[in-house]
């Protein structure tokens, strides 16, 4: 099992940005598809972002296309979320998960960390 920490989440106005950061422990993810969801106040949890074990395939919601910048580095075992442009609408818990037993689900999963955009 890894355990994920997410950190860099905060308040911030709407057009500025954040730099989240997923840092993983217990075992190395260099191998693992990673990505972000996030929650809202009374909604479902949704997809944000992924990317591929070495970083060379993204892909992206509709909804932060152009704004929104999934990576990793995977000698600091962390993976990154840069959110440019944010908006009101993008308020909420956001989480990592990684695919750690490689079947195509997320196994393991981060506790969050609050992203609140004020207008």
């Known amino acids: 099992q890894v355990q994920l920490v997410e950190s860099g989440g905060g308040l911030v106005q709407a057009g500025g940005s954040l730099r989240l950061s997923c840092a993983a422990s217990g075992r190395s993810i260099s191998r693992y598809r990673m990505a972000w969801f996030r929650q809202a106040p009374g909604k479902d949890r949704e997809f944000v972002a992924v990317l591929n074990w070495n970083g060379d395939s993204t892909s992206y919601a509709d909804f932060v296309k152009g704004r929104f910048t999934i990576s990793r580095d995977n000698a600091k075992n962390t993976v990154y979320l840069q959110m440019n442009s944010l908006k009101p609408e993008d308020t909420a818990v956001y989480y990592c998960?990684?695919?750690?037993?490689?079947?195509?689900?997320?196994?393991?999963w981060g506790q969050g960390t609050q992203v609140t955009v004020s207008s």
């Open positions: 998960a990684a695919d750690s037993a490689l079947g195509g689900n997320y196994d393991d």
